[in-house]
């Protein structure tokens, strides 16, 4: 069997090229951001608590070489983080269960994006409607046409961080399960069960009259399914 | 409009209930872990990185009030955290995208949890036994009794860490946009795309023979089915 496990060998691989990791990241409709709270840094003290990561879920898009964060001015880790404080930001995208003959071998079929750095606010207005724009198309590519411009308030009302993709790595892996030369004729079913995103029946706003999604909308779930 | 908005203010809130924060742990199939890398405690030392936060995609199950991580021994996070280093472990399940009238209010509907503490080292070969029998069956449930059970040399292979479901958070968003009074009469389509996780028709491993899928992997498929 070793031609075989030769073929199959490393389903699991580093990937260095950039346009991957743009994929992923464009794809992406959740990041988890990761960072250091407590130990004195953070403007919060007094909790007794020492240095602790804390991992929180946020929308993110990636506007060129830079990834982009948003959120309320009183968001905790927002604050911390505009004070310079170092972030790893995480994309996973979830493409499949992996069936194995035995247990050990079981594992996931995933494209994950993980980038290091220090994010910086943004605070330039111009910048910041290019920001804001780009995080509501990201949700929906052609949201922003659709709606009405960022009023000043809202620019002034809303955080946005900006964090170089200078240092980050991707991990892939993808295939059908390896299993072990002993297990291969087991009885027991092995094999992937492929993941991805559902888009259910969108549902319109109550308040609204309107019931036909418009054509970016429409777009959108069309795109997303498989 | 101020009845309207009393009704429907609030979407975001806060969960207390165990129950509500065990379903999200067990519906969700992948889990974000971050603890604080460098700084000299991890034992990697000498590449002149201060501390700094990492997070990670990883398979996590619960087992009754704890939480269960695993992997290699070689990993690096799970080195790290066996040594008793805090970790964050953060399962998020997008459940919608909310498109607002204005770019200001559009959101994400989601359940996520947030679980802080010190993971330690699962050592007891036979409490090792049901950790992993539990990992195994949180991707499937009812995959155990449909493989052969761990090899000593697998159970020693594998690094199985504990994480007590003390001190944790749980945030949920559900419900239609809530927009500015100002905007109710825009001429935007305002909604809920609502999300799940799609499963797509199973790929059996080429090198098997059999291709009907065995009823516990049917019955997840069809749970998973909106």
Redesign the interface.
């Known amino acids: 069997m070793s031609g ?1 496990s030769e073929l199959r060998r490393k389903p699991e691989r580093s990937v260095a090229e950039t346009a991957e990791r743009d994929a992923v990241l464009d794809e992406g ?2 990041a ?5 709270a407590g130990g004195g840094g953070d403007g919060r003290g007094g909790d007794g608590d ?8 946020m ?1 993110c898009a990636r506007l060129g070489d830079r990834l982009l964060l948003h959120g309320s001015p009183a968001s905790r880790l927002l604050r911390t983080a505009k004070g310079g404080v ?5 994309v ?1 995208l ?1 493409d ?2 992996v ?6 071998h ?1 594992s ?1 079929n ?1 494209r ?1 994006v ?1 980038v ?1 750095g220090t994010a910086s606010e943004v605070t330039d207005p111009e910048e910041k409607v290019v920001a ?2 780009r ?2 198309d990201h ?2 590519p052609g ?2 046409a ?3 411009p ?2 000043d308030a ?1 620019i002034r ?2 955080t946005v961080l900006s964090l170089p993709l200078d240092e980050w790595s991707m991990k892939v892996r993808t295939g ?2 390896i ?1 072990d030369d002993e ?2 004729d ?23 009259s ?1 019931r ?3 054509s970016h ?1 429409a777009d ?2 069309r795109g997303r399914q ?1």
């Open positions: 075989k409709l959740i988890h951001v990761g960072l250091v020492g240095a602790h990561p804390v991992v929180i879920p929308l170092e972030v790893c930001v995480t996973t979830l499949g269960l069936l194995a003959r035995s247990a050990f079981h996931m995933y994950s993980v290091f804001l724009d995080l509501t949700i929906v949201r922003m659709a709606i009405r960022h009023t809202e009302g809303t059908p399960p299993d297990d291969m087991a009885p027991a079913w092995a094999g992937v069960l492929p993941l991805g995103v559902r888009v259910d029946e969108p549902v319109p706003d109550p308040l609204m309107e036909e999604v418009p909308v959108w779930i498989g």
